[in-house]
T-cell receptor, first 112, second 111 residues
């Protein structure tokens, strides 16, 4: 079956612009996560959605970052007024409740 | 909060050598997961462990769930160049279920 998909695969934007990154999780998965990964580094947790519960936003680095998950499926991560330090790969993952996560290929964001 | 500590942070080995890496925590985990991330890709699940003491193999990979439930190790036998990547351990937080990741072990294999 289809895995987790993310779009766009690459995004280049100018400092100060807003960007939206999309994640389509595996159908039926209840949990969805967003992570950020700088080159050669580990996974920085951003936000976690589980079913209809309030999302865990404890990893969002600033109020310029927000995410929503519509209808318990597709999720959008929005970064407002992008800064150069926002440049990274943004990874999305989904899972069925607390089981193992499946990752998408990521969106590489470059802020000029 | 719960944390997972991986060691070593990086390894540079000769093709054909065996590799061992581990993951430890001061907290108990009920599940241990091992992921591999190839350059430019998202992490992919290699092995999942659900029971203390469990030893599971996947080809040349072997992982064990420590008896204390506070550690796990991953072994790779007879390494090959395509084993290059970052290896992450992970486990669900006991109070939220959120998956917690270690900081990763970067493996480089010299042909």
């Amino acid at each position: 079956g289809a895995g987790v998909s993310q779009s766009p695969s690459n995004k280049v934007t100018e400092k100060g612009k807003d960007v939206e990154l999309r994640c389509d999780p595996i159908s039926g998965h209840t949990a969805l996560y967003w992570y950020r990964q700088s080159l050669g580094q580990g996974l920085e947790f951003l936000i976690y959605f589980q079913g209809n519960s309030a999302p865990d936003k404890s990893g969002l680095p600033s109020d310029r970052f927000s995410a929503e998950r519509t209808g318990g499926s597709v999720s959008t991560l929005t970064i407002q007024r992008t800064q150069q330090e926002d440049s990274a790969v943004y990874l999305c993952a989904s899972s069925f409740y607390q089981n193992e996560q499946f990752f998408g290929p990521g969106t590489r964001l470059t802020v000029l | 909060g719960q944390q997972l500590n991986q060691s070593p942070q990086s390894m540079f080995i000769q093709e054909g050598e065996d590799v061992s890496m581990n993951c430890t925590s001061s907290s108990i985990f009920n599940t241990w997961l091992w992921y591999k991330q190839d350059p430019g890709e998202g992490p992919v699940l290699l092995i999942a462990l659900y029971k203390a003491g469990e030893l599971t193999s996947n080809g040349r990979l072997t992982a064990q769930f420590g008896i204390t439930r506070k550690d796990s190790f991953l072994n790779i036998s007879a390494s090959i160049p395509s084993d290059v990547g970052i290896y992450f351990c992970a486990g669900p937080s006991y109070n939220t279920g959120k998956l917690i990741f270690g900081q990763g072990t970067t493996l480089q294999v010299k042909p």
